[in-house]
């Protein structure tokens, strides 16, 4: 799968799921997600539920931090490392 898809698929559910009615532009491929407290540990947990099922992959728990999901790149790094 191409990175773009997997960056804009993620970025559909980012969207609907944590901010619905904003502005998608304001949502880019490095716009902190974890760090500013858009995705708390709940809504990681869904984030992650999502990839696995949307992808057909497994996120390993000490995968599921800031270092691999805060950002879209970031996210769209982890998917293509997997598929």
Excluded: C, W
């Amino acid at each position: 799968m191409e990175r773009q898809a997997i960056v804009d698929k993620v970025k559909n559910y980012v969207l609907a799921q944590f901010l619905p009615g904003e502005d998608p532009n304001e949502l880019t491929p490095d716009t902190p997600l974890m760090t500013t407290g858009i995705l708390d540990s709940l809504a990681t947990l869904k984030l992650v539920t999502f990839l696995e099922q949307e992808f057909n992959i497994t996120v390993e728990a000490h995968e599921a931090d800031a270092e691999n999901l805060n950002t879209l790149d970031q996210i769209a790094d982890l998917v293509s490392g997997k598929l």
